[in-house]
């Protein structure tokens, strides 16, 4: 009874009836350990010498902890406590460490590619070094946090205690960021990727972002492109009509591609009907986004970068093309159409086992090779002979785990880096692994023309790829940045287009004069227009201005 009431008499002192050092304790853990990549990028990126950006940097930390006090007396009450100390452990520890990994920074479109991540993809995360930072970083502090005991205290002295303990602590974050100041307008005005580092605030705001754009998408209904597309006639048989190949790529960044002048090789099915005069390459493609998540329902609409709206709920392409009466089709290597196929015929790889292509839940990308020609047999025959459009999205050079995008023939470049986490492995074992995924991609894509070359009908493939990637450039890895960050790595994209003689007749095209076009710039912005020219679907939401080939036809 004597230690209980010594306990009760002791916690009584502080706030809210338990001890404030914990509270001082976590806060200084979160601003000091939990944001280890923020003091980095500020201590490297502030101008002067001496002595001045480490007391700038000093000042920072302490507002910073400051904030974090604030918040902890104000919500961490009573049974709140505890689960939310783990939740805020979690949340310096996890994205420090892939910032610190990856060099990447936490936005609302990084969030994104976390609830849209699958099992698969997810797995080739799961480091040891990972296993470590969420042992050290949230289990073992987590449990230390969790055993503290928490005392009940009347409300109303508790309100007041931790009020006046939150307003003490904001008033010494006011007054360490007043005595910085012009430090830090002048580097926020330079650096503005910092905010994006920030943990946890950058994780919450961004979460808490990503799912108000989430929840209005889910609240209205999809609203039709065109609802009055004429439906184009069906012809006298299936053979007559035409098909095309639209290939979405998965982060294949256009610096290693060699159509477009990269030293290594690693496109010679292409460069041979490039110069067979069936090929044009679209060098300078830029991307709607950085991730697959924007991306992907970007380029599938019509209004371009500067006007789509995810938050928007609206029919695009396949559906346009779907109500003109052709067959659409979507096939799936990746972790999902993005909601750009939920209304049309579509198969996923990640179920099947096919020898020698699959493995656990993945596959390599020639599975679509295997099973598109049966796909398209399964649609509907009368909306076949009008025409087909079938997509295959494929697994890419999807990373970290470049080296499991291609089969063991295929690895041209070694030494493959063969660990998720890139920042071991030397840079050129990185560029090996990710070279052979993009001479995977062409050996796909030299497979689908000559399956596309056997039609008598006019034929067509479209391949372009979602977005880039870093590969250790200025210490960043992968992809997601925030747009206007971004480097080129991540938004220069390879595009390219084969025709087969029947489709070039029927479009009436003046190859060279599209071999012209293809050396000025190109975006996803220019996918919805030039495809819905390339099948002669009529509708109003079509923008001459945006189909790459309506120059070139000489009819």
């Not at 004597?2 to 914990?22: I, S």
């Not at 990084?110 to 849209?116: G, I, L, Q, S, Y």
């Not at 289990?139 to 928490?150: I, M, N, T, Y």
């Not at 009529?538 to 945006?546: C, L, N």
Request: glycine share 8%.
């Amino acid at each position: 009874m004597t230690r209980v009431t010594d306990d009760n008499e002791r916690n009584a002192k502080w706030p809210g009836g338990q001890r404030w050092e914990p509270l001082v304790a976590l806060a200084l853990w979160m601003a000091l350990v939990g944001n280890v990549p923020l003091w980095a990028a500020v201590l490297q990126r502030m101008e002067g010498g001496g002595w001045r950006p480490w007391l700038v940097t000093a000042a920072w930390m302490g507002a910073l902890a400051a904030v974090n006090l604030a918040v902890l007396a104000l919500l961490a009450v009573g049974p709140l406590r505890r689960p939310l100390g783990l939740v805020l452990l979690a949340l310096v520890a996890v994205p420090s460490y892939f910032m610190l990994a990856y060099g990447i920074v936490i936005d609302s479109s990084m969030v994104a590619n976390v609830f849209n991540t699958d099992a698969r993809e997810a797995a080739d995360l799961v480091t040891p070094a990972l296993l470590v930072v969420a042992v050290l970083g949230v289990a073992l502090p987590g449990w230390l946090w969790w055993r503290l005991p928490v005392a009940p205290a009347p409300w109303r002295r508790a309100l007041g205690q931790r009020g006046g303990l939150a307003m003490g602590a904001l008033a010494l974050a006011a007054l360490l960021l007043w005595l910085t100041f012009q430090d830090l307008a002048a580097l926020m005005r330079t650096e503005r990727t910092l905010r994006y580092m920030i943990n946890p605030y950058n994780s919450i705001y961004a979460t808490l972002r990503h799912g108000l754009g989430r929840h209005a998408l889910a609240a209205g209904p999809v609203q039709p492109l065109d609802d009055q597309v004429p439906v184009l006639p069906a012809h006298a048989r299936e053979d007559d009509a035409p098909l095309l190949v639209l290939v979405v790529g998965e982060t294949a960044r256009a610096a290693n591609v060699s159509l477009g002048g990269y030293t290594r090789d690693t496109t010679p099915r292409l460069a041979a009907l490039q110069r067979a005069g069936e090929l044009v390459y679209f060098a300078d493609t830029t991307s709607c986004g950085t991730n697959t998540q924007t991306s992907v329902p970007c380029m599938f609409a019509p209004d371009g970068r500067q006007r789509y709206d995810p938050a928007r709920a609206q029919e695009n392409l396949l559906d346009v093309v779907q109500r003109a009466g052709l067959a659409v089709t979507w096939l799936d290597n990746q972790s999902g159409c993005k909601g750009v196929c939920a209304r049309v015929p579509t198969l996923a790889t990640d179920r099947l086992q096919v020898p020698g292509l699959s493995s656990g839940d993945e596959c390599h990308d020639e599975v679509l090779l295997r099973e598109l020609p049966g796909t398209l047999q399964t649609l509907d025959a009368q909306r076949r002979r009008v025409g087909t459009l079938a997509v295959l999205h494929m697994m890419g050079s999807h990373g970290p785990a470049y080296h499991k995008r291609t089969p063991a023939a295929f690895k041209r470049f070694e030494p493959e880096c063969t660990s998720a986490q890139l920042q071991t492995c030397p840079r050129e074992h990185i560029v090996n692994a990710y070279d052979n995924t993009i001479a995977y991609t062409d050996h796909v894509l030299g497979e689908l023309v000559a399956w596309l070359a056997q039609r008598r009908g006019p034929a067509a493939l479209l391949y372009v790829s979602d977005h880039g990637e870093s590969l250790g450039e200025g210490g960043l890895y992968l992809h997601g940045m925030p747009y206007a960050l971004a480097p080129r790595e991540q938004t220069h994209v390879p595009m390219a287009l084969w025709l087969n003689g029947t489709m070039r007749q029927r479009l009436q095209l003046d190859m060279a004069c599209l071999q012209r076009r293809a050396a000025e710039p190109a975006s996803h912005d220019h996918l919805f227009h030039t495809v819905a020219g390339l099948l002669g679907v009529r509708t109003r939401v079509y923008d001459a201005e945006r189909d790459l080939l309506r120059t070139c036809r000489r009819g």
